[in-house]
């Protein structure tokens, strides 16, 4: 009976310790910086970060079970669902990768960009078919950085000469 004892306190141990695992995975997902979701064929949202709900401008509670689709305009869904086909019909694409500016939910006129990592789940319940996860990265001060270094550049008159041995140096154009 002893025997049996320790075995059953040998497993409650190793569930306390899986149960502490799984809630600081939890912890770790819900702070990531960018957006994480995943989404079930449906494209119904199964799990979120706190950082999806605040850009998506739900509550955490609203955010499961969302419909994904009805959270962009058409033009913005019309690309991820592109994208979501190029993953499920080409099994040689583990991961998609792509841009996509989406419109700000918390802020009417203004758009964000955000860089987009989609991959398919391999290993899921028999519950839901496939399983897809959704990261993004908040790209915005990267684009505006550029777009003011750019301007900076095309403002910058540039002339392009030649260097022949005779004349020495000249306009590429006569």
Do not use: C
């Amino acid at each position: 009976m002893s025997n049996l004892n320790q075995n059953i306190q040998a497993s409650h141990k190793v569930l306390a310790l899986l149960e502490k695992a799984n809630s600081h995975s939890e912890q770790i997902i819900d702070n990531l910086p960018g957006v994480f979701l995943i989404l079930n064929e449906r494209f119904e949202i199964l799990r979120g970060n706190l950082e999806s709900s605040k850009i998506l401008n739900l509550d955490y509670e609203d955010l499961l079970r969302t419909h994904f689709p009805s959270l962009f305009t058409a033009e913005e869904w019309t690309v991820l669902q592109h994208k979501f086909n190029q993953l499920t019909n080409d099994p040689t694409h583990a991961q998609v990768n792509f841009e996509l500016a989406i419109k700000d939910h918390s802020q009417n006129s203004s758009t964000k960009s955000f860089y987009w990592h989609l991959s398919k789940i391999e290993e899921t319940n028999n519950a839901e078919n496939s399983v897809y996860s959704l990261i993004a990265e908040d790209i915005t001060e990267l684009r505006q950085a550029e777009d003011r270094l750019s301007s900076i550049f095309t403002n910058i008159p540039l002339g392009i000469f030649t260097i022949n041995e005779r004349e020495g140096k000249s306009p590429l154009s006569k």
